[in-house]
């Protein structure tokens, strides 16, 4: 906790504990074409490579205000409980930032992702409330020590700080001031993203811990990095060419290489259920026939599907049951 | 075909041309544990990697005679069409071995492997083939030099020679001379095998093709040969001292890695079907319980389970569809 409270001092240094009644922000949930997988310091969130992700339309909103006595968590209309790992995890974080040991907030957070599309929120909402901490605070960060922050909530939140395209470089340093995301100037209005969704009995692994045990376990994993650096060169080159078949080819390689590291860890982790391998298969037959479609998966079992605004029709009618999430790109 | 005939006439050099009445071969199919996954010479079947196999208690009959004027097959009882692609396989195969170009065979051959359980019979097929043409025109062979002609119909088949467990050896020399079978003095009669049917309504391509495209496209087969070497090391040595639960998670990580280059291939190959995940996650699941059980899969949607004979009832309670097949170990 030292260390990244010392690192959270170097980014905000300027903390007058001058603030505002309230201050409200959104940040966008985040689609990764080329994944985040593996962590060189578990600590700080910083990754072993670059990643790409593009931004959906939905996300999450926070409030902040000043409270006494104790922390206070809202989500959706809701209070959180204290021993929830939510809170847990929120306040944590809030510790990085508050301006005196006694200070206590009252976070009032919403997500207008639709709950049945099972997508990940801690990357929006750490973003949401960083950037809600930066206009409470009144900090005027710049957006790459916005993403730094939001990077010690969840690695993921660093992208979410931006809209679009991004790209979460790494970085070198020790310290991970310069493993932040990056505004991407491609836009690719064309570009649709559907969601299938993969009903889940079973509660699977937290992503974080089957990307600990991969890492650590999966006789694969050590050719991910160059994996990875070939997919993000092929994803970067199509943004600017609008290639969509090579985009798609190398997004959807790229997630099915994370999973092929997970099936190999020991023991082996598969988030695939069986409507998962349904869908895959038919993705896979729709383009044998043709059609430019190309999924592609988070550590859960539900599909993302890519494909242009002229297929829409076709691929409605391939997948009813598909929910589209506009891209904010 | 002239190199492959040139290295038959050296495996058989003593042809006289003097034949039996008829000759009957039996040879056992064999489950790989560690896989054969790619060859460095396409023509004569020469693998980039060793194999380790067990043999099963079912296989393939064969029986010979001469006959004028055409080749005939018989498979289970009927005649096999001239122009199928089993008896194109088959007749390209005696063309090695004809002591005159206007030699022709009558084969009687019959699969005593259930037909559900969709077991490939082509590495039994091929054996039982060489070890009868063995008997008919008296070679007398050396188990290596049948095991290597069978190698030649097909490469598996070089396995399917010896009972048991069996190490097939990939060689170094160009010719593959010395890439044949071994039999592994090793027993162990509390290992048993069921099968998992899973139905597939699609054609999958052929095993053939898929280790072809996988070593051509998936940024993951270059590591392949050195997860093989560890997994084949950890297999040996519990076949030696019979830990069972080591035994069974390297050949589990051995075959699901070769899955995981066929996932990375471009397209992607995916054998696996709905069924094959709800077998897989049961296999998972009841290990979690405690159950030493593992699978393995070869290029098709089935799985294939190995226990002792000691959890025999409650791996029947779990998977009461099961196909036991005995191991000839």
Redesign the interface.
């Known amino acids: 906790m030292n260390r990244r409270k010392e690192i959270v001092s170097r980014l905000i240094p300027h903390t007058t504990g001058a603030v505002l009644d309230s201050a409200t922000a959104f940040a966008p949930v985040n689609i990764a074409l080329a994944k985040y997988w593996g962590k060189r310091d578990i600590e700080l969130h910083l990754p072993v490579t670059d990643s790409l992700s593009v931004a959906l339309s939905v996300g999450t909103t926070t409030t902040l205000y000043q409270n006494t006595h104790q922390d206070v968590i809202e989500l959706n209309g809701s209070p959180v409980a204290e021993s929830s790992p939510f809170f847990q995890r929120l306040t944590q974080f809030l510790d990085l930032v508050r301006p005196s040991p006694s200070f206590r907030f009252r976070i009032v957070t919403h997500n207008d992702v639709p709950t049945a599309a099972g997508l990940a929120s801690s990357a929006s909402g750490f973003a949401a409330l960083t950037l809600s901490l930066n206009r409470f605070f009144q900090w005027n960060l710049s957006a790459e020590s916005l993403s730094c922050l939001a990077r010690l909530g969840s690695g993921s939140a660093c992208r979410s700080i931006f809209p679009g395209f991004v790209l979460w470089q790494k970085g070198d340093r020790d310290d991970g001031m310069d493993s932040h995301g990056i505004a991407l100037p491609f836009s690719w209005p064309e570009l649709k993203l559907g969601i299938l969704m993969a009903s889940s009995t079973?509660k699977p692994i937290s992503s974080s811990l089957a990307m600990k045990r991969t890492v650590e376990t999966s006789?694969?994993y050590?050719?991910w990095p160059?994996?990875l650096e070939?997919d993000l060169r092929e994803l970067l080159e199509t943004l600017e060419t609008k290639d969509f078949s090579r985009f798609g080819?190398s997004l959807?390689?790229n997630a099915?290489?994370m999973?092929?590291?997970m099936?190999?860890a020991?023991?082996?982790i598969?988030y695939?259920?069986?409507?998962?391998?349904?869908y895959?298969?038919t993705v896979?037959?729709a383009?044998?026939q043709g059609l430019q479609i190309f999924a592609t998966m988070d550590a859960g079992p539900n599909v993302k599907i890519l494909f242009l605004a002229s297929d829409e029709l076709h691929v409605r009618s391939l997948f009813p049951q598909m929910m589209e999430i506009p891209l904010r790109s």
Chains 1, 2 share one sequence.
């Open positions: 079973e006789p694969l050590s050719i160059s994996v070939k080819s959807e390689r099915l290489t999973h092929a590291t099936h190999t020991s023991p082996p598969c695939w259920l069986e409507e998962t391998v349904h895959l298969h896979w037959h383009r044998e």
